[in-house]
């Protein structure tokens, strides 16, 4: 157990300097669409996307960045997944779904799947905060789906469970969605009855 836990920090802080390393990449690379603009003075910069837009800075909602309260959906939608279980007999859907396959049994498994992933795997990049955006963890989600039915075939009882998973996945998400307005509190104030 011990031996897993240290392979599982190990790729956590491998992921963790990927992402590091592409954050660094992309703000040093200048993007192509920016154009020289000339400010009052007459000096040439590059234009950014400030410039172009109306002032108003873009809602991260919108965009899909995961925030600390997106983060805490996100754990809180997958554990839900984790724990949901078969109407009747109360078996767990997810009970197969929670680790990747074993190497040693099912070897072909990692010749003919490319991402093998698990749900705890998603459960510990949403707990370490590895998800930059909501569209990468339902990618995640959609590779898990996908494996399943690449390996084990459409029809098969394991392919049905991953659907009746994807099924309340999709639900979870949409209701969970950010709320896109969030209209000012209003007290209306009546002073009908006061005499002087």
């Keep these: ?3 897993c836990r240290m392979m599982d920090k190990k790729t956590i802080a491998d992921e963790k300097e990927k992402k590091k390393s ?5 703000r040093n690379a200048l993007d192509p669409s920016a154009i020289l603009d000339s400010d009052s003075s007459g000096r ?7 410039d172009s837009s109306s ?3 873009p809602d991260p909602s919108l965009k899909g960045e995961v925030t600390a309260d997106v983060n805490e959906r996100l754990i809180s939608i997958t554990r839900s997944l984790i724990y949901l279980k078969e109407k009747g007999s ?5 009970e197969i779904f929670l680790e990747k396959p074993c190497p040693t049994t099912y070897p072909d498994y990692y010749q003919l799947i490319e991402k093998p992933i698990g749900m705890n795997d998603i459960l510990r990049k949403c707990r370490a905060k590895l998800y930059s955006t909501v569209a990468e963890f339902r ?3 959609n590779t898990l789906f996908n494996n399943c039915v690449t390996y084990n075939g459409k029809g098969t009882w394991i392919t049905n469970d991953a659907d009746v998973l994807k099924a309340e996945l999709n639900r979870l998400m949409d209701k ?3 709320v896109k307005s969030k209209l000012p509190l209003r007290i209306k104030l009546s002073l009908k009855g006061k005499k002087k």
């Design 1 to 3: 157990k011990q031996f």
């Design 176 to 178: 969970n969605k950010e």
């Design 90 to 94: 109360g078996r767990k859907l997810s």
């Design 139 to 141: 990618d995640e989600w």
């Design 22 to 26: 592409k954050k660094k990449r992309s």
């Design 55 to 57: 002032g108003s800075r």
């Design 44 to 50: 040439k910069r590059a234009k950014t996307q400030d």
